[in-house]
């Protein structure tokens, strides 16, 4: 049996791709073997995160596939990613799309969403995370409908910005495993019940 893939697609850097594809695949290794490549040449985030951690999670090499057995397999794919890439990994995987709730995230990734349908993506296969709210009130919901009003596939998950994720990356955990990190984690949950 195959493993049921997940990519995380960025339509520009620092929309929170590689914290979000580091702690779903930690949330979904609770389920089963879970697998996780980095495919972001440049940054490599999540080889980073990954390298020496305790997280339960197998780091695949580059170009390195799932052995036998792997339920999931996370992808964190590179920042700004080719749109026909994009297009092509659709027909085998869930796509997510991370955006924060602002105009400077959410018009460039409305963009790569118009442009992944015109070249033929699988778009019932691809999701929009809303990523990097504030915590209290309501500015990542909001943004979240106004993209579904849009036309868009968005998670009814939000995953909001707490400090714990930026001193998961330094600790090289996850955010459940860090003092305060609670709403993080339960954010992350959400996220991998739906895609799941």
């Known amino acids: ?62 170009g390195g596939e799932p052995p ?23 027909k085998i995987a869930t796509v997510l799309i991370p955006t924060a709730p602002n105009a400077g995230e959410m018009m460039p990734m409305a963009r790569m969403w118009n442009e992944l ?7 019932a296969n691809l999701r929009v995370v809303v990523t990097k709210a504030p915590p209290v009130g309501s500015v990542g919901q909001v943004a979240r409908d106004q993209l579904r009003e849009m036309g868009l596939r968005v998670c009814t998950a939000v995953v909001r ?14 955010v459940r495993d860090i003092t305060g990190g609670e709403n993080a984690w339960a954010d992350i949950l959400a996220l991998g019940f739906e895609v799941c």
């Open 68 to 90: 036998a057995g792997t339920a999931y397999w996370v992808m964190d794919i590179e920042g700004r990613p080719a749109i026909a890439d994009v297009a092509a990994l659709s």
């Open 161 to 174: 910005r707490y400090t714990a994720h930026e001193r998961a990356l330094q600790d090289q955990v996850l």
């Open 117 to 123: 349908e015109k070249a033929g993506a699988e778009m």
């Open 1 to 62: 049996m195959k493993p049921k893939i997940i990519a995380v697609a960025g339509s520009k850097g620092g929309g929170g791709k590689s914290t979000i594809a580091v702690n779903l695949a930690g949330a979904l290794a609770m389920r089963g073997p879970t697998v996780i490549s980095d495919e972001d040449e440049t940054i490599r985030t999540t080889q980073d995160w990954l390298t020496g951690s305790e997280i339960p999670v197998t780091l695949l090499p580059p």
